[in-house]
């Protein structure tokens, strides 16, 4: 049988690479504006693609892990992501840019539930402290996506070369995903039962209360992310720094995620999402007015939106494992697809508001979903 600590390494790795790919399509954004000649509204749709089909997919995914074929559903997502945006550079044209983007969703669907299932698993009451440190893994992919494609961008490499060497490492980790995960261990690890599958039976009012306020919180992560870059060129930022920048705010959740689910673990989960969702509505807020202000403010303001943001995420997925019980997989199949189903609308409608109104005001709106987030998550159970 595998070690704890090997199936936590190297669920690692195929975080980051999972979670690169989820977000390269915000660098992508100020690249793809001029070269298909697209509205921000248009632009939203294809990040909206990337979200909505995970959304749909992750609790039908998740039936599959709790039935015993975690590791096959998470490999098999892996390699379809990466060979999918590896295709990304050859796009003839915007509708061909969006079946690519689906494609790669359906990849990125995938993941969450069958890694959660698995460390919730090998690690029982210890679980924060596992998704956060998995999570990490997840973070740093999060600052590579947009990082890795305006650098490549600005190098003789090319963005479109970049993806396509992305795939060779992405596939050397699904090896070692075959290699170290044994499904067995499922169902031979008692910290974890498995009941048959049951939609209904997970679908109860605290695990609708926690996807709601999850939601939020991807509402607004999505929505900035995917803007970001192209917020700070319109400011008349290079590319590059827009990327760093960017970053910044990405980078947080390496040291926020470790952070907070070890902290959870001691202090319970609901009083971490109150605080965070609480404290990143008014960050929101003022941040960009800070570009014409303080480059220093700028970035501390959008490492700890960073901070709040990420946070939360690791605490959700052992939130969701705890309520789930004998469901675990398709529990956390559930909130993540409602939280994604919901924000998966949210960069074609602030594309339009900012076609419309500008960045600030859609921004705005951003910062009161965060503020409705941590209100409804008072009503969440002590975990």
């Known amino acids: 049988m595998k070690s704890s600590t090997q199936s936590l390494t190297t669920l690692s790795f195929a975080h980051y690479f999972n979670d690169t790919y989820s977000m390269i399509l915000p660098g992508l954004i100020p690249i793809l504006i001029p070269l298909f000649g697209l509205s921000y509204f248009q632009a939203g749709l294809a990040a909206m693609l990337l979200v909505a089909i995970p959304a749909v997919l992750q609790p039908l995914l998740g039936h599959f892990g709790d039935a015993g074929k975690a590791k096959q559903v998470l490999i098999g997502g892996l390699i379809l992501v990466s060979i999918s945006t590896a295709f990304f550079g050859a796009a003839p044209n915007y509708i061909i840019f969006l079946l690519l983007s689906g494609i790669a969703g359906v990849g990125l669907a995938a993941y969450h539930p069958q890694a959660t299932l698995f460390l919730s698993t090998d690690f029982g009451g210890g679980k924060g402290?596992?998704?956060?440190?998995?999570?990490?893994?997840?973070?740093?992919?999060?600052?590579?996506?947009?990082?890795?494609?305006?650098?490549?961008?600005?190098?003789?490499?090319?963005?479109?070369?970049?993806?396509?060497?992305?795939?060779?490492?992405?596939?050397?980790?699904?090896?070692?995903?075959?290699?170290?995960?044994?499904?067995?261990?499922?169902?031979?690890?008692?910290?974890?039962?498995?009941?048959?599958?049951?939609?209904?039976?997970?679908?109860?009012?605290?695990?609708?209360?926690?996807?709601?306020?999850m939601a939020l919180r991807t509402s607004v992560y999505r929505g900035i992310t995917t803007f970001l870059p192209a917020f700070f060129v319109s400011e008349g930022i290079s590319l590059l720094y827009a990327g760093a920048f960017t970053g910044v705010l990405l980078s947080a959740g390496i040291l926020a995620q470790p952070l907070f689910g070890l902290i959870s673990d001691r202090i319970g989960r609901k009083i971490v999402v109150v605080t965070t969702m609480l404290a990143l509505s008014p960050l929101v807020f003022v941040f960009a007015f800070l570009v014409s202000i303080s480059e220093l403010l700028l970035i501390i303001?959008?490492?700890?939106?960073?901070?709040?943001?990420?946070?939360?995420?690791?605490?959700?997925?052992?939130?969701?494992?705890?309520?789930?019980?004998?469901?675990?997989?398709?529990?956390?199949?559930?909130?993540s697809g409602i939280s994604m189903g919901f924000a998966a609308m949210i960069p074609p409608i602030i594309g339009y508001i900012i076609d419309i109104f500008g960045f600030f005001e859609a921004f705005g709106v951003l910062a009161g979903f965060s503020l409705l987030g941590g209100m409804i998550s008072f009503f969440l159970p002590k975990k």
């Open 301 to 335: 303001v959008l490492f700890l939106i960073g901070f709040c943001i990420f946070a939360t995420f690791p605490v959700g997925l052992a939130f969701s494992a705890e309520l789930g019980e004998n469901n675990v997989a398709i529990t956390v199949g559930i909130v």
């Open 129 to 213: 402290k596992a998704l956060g440190i998995h999570g990490a893994g997840g973070s740093l992919g999060h600052f590579s996506g947009p990082t890795l494609i305006t650098i490549l961008a600005s190098t003789v490499i090319g963005w479109q070369l970049g993806l396509v060497l992305l795939v060779i490492p992405t596939i050397l980790v699904a090896v070692a995903c075959w290699v170290i995960l044994h499904t067995s261990d499922l169902s031979s690890n008692s910290s974890v039962k498995h009941a048959p599958y049951s939609i209904k039976k997970a679908l109860t009012i605290p695990v609708i209360i926690l996807s709601i306020v």
